[in-house]
């Protein structure tokens, strides 16, 4: 059955460095997305992605953060400068369609990237 | 702006009892999505149960049912002849209809299930 994958599955990266989380979404869905999970928190929305561009974009994601789509199966999230409340789990999900009205894709999660910053 | 409420951040059960895990949202759209995941200590994020707010019927998925109460904006999970593995976190969620599907997560119940 196809997933999605993300790697590392551990990163552990010192306050003000530069990280790339990975993930390969699913091969034929088109929408991606990233939420992140503070260590006993809830999971919270950080981005969507459609067509080579940001669909919408929370709160939390602000100029330290992007994302790229940089060979067609790659679907990255880079944080420029890290910072002590960065550390968290880092989710990617992908979706086949991203459909309006009535419609409805799921989104299918991948296991995860647990961020360290020291 | 949608919100989610778990009120219940931990439950325990004796394995084969039912449980009933709360959830209630707030949000003024009219089509929208619920779903039910599932987060086992290795934190994968795993559905468990789906439901179209336009739709009247309950949805089920095997020993796993979701009480839709649409008026009251509540939608709680059952979980029937609860087994060892099913002991995680679960996490309500929200997705509205149209543009940005973004899901919208609830803070989470803690379900140890007991031998």
């Known amino acids: 059955e196809p997933e999605v994958t993300q790697t590392p599955s551990h990163q552990v990266t010192q306050m003000g460095q530069e990280v790339i989380l990975r993930c390969v979404p699913i091969s034929n869905h088109l929408y991606f997305y990233w939420y992140r999970q503070i260590l006993g928190q809830k999971v919270e929305f950080l981005v969507s992605?459609?067509?080579?561009?940001?669909?919408?974009k929370s709160e939390i994601f602000d100029d330290q953060f992007s994302v790229e789509r940089p060979d067609g199966s790659n679907f990255t999230l880079k944080i420029r400068s890290t910072k002590l409340e960065d550390s968290a789990m880092y989710f990617c999900a992908s979706s086949e369609g991203y459909g309006g009205g009535s419609s409805y894709n799921e989104q299918f999660f991948g296991p995860g990237t647990r961020l360290t910053v020291l | 702006a949608q919100t989610v409420t778990q009120s219940q951040p931990e439950m325990s059960v004796q394995e084969a009892e039912t449980v009933t895990l709360s959830c209630t949202y707030d949000t003024s759209e009219n089509n929208y999505y619920l779903f039910w995941y599932k987060q086992p200590p290795s934190r994968q994020m795993i559905l468990v149960i789906r439901q179209e707010a336009y739709k009247q019927q309950n949805a089920t998925e095997n020993r796993f049912s979701v009480n839709f109460q649409k008026a009251a904006k509540s939608f709680s999970l059952k979980i029937s002849d609860s087994q060892l593995g099913d002991t995680a976190m679960y996490f309500c969620?929200?997705?509205?209809?149209?543009?940005?599907?973004?899901?919208?997560f609830g803070q989470g119940t803690r379900l140890t299930i007991n031998p």
């Open positions: 969620a929200f997705m509205i209809g149209q543009g940005a599907q973004k899901l919208v």
């Open positions: 992605f459609y067509n080579n561009e940001i669909s919408e």
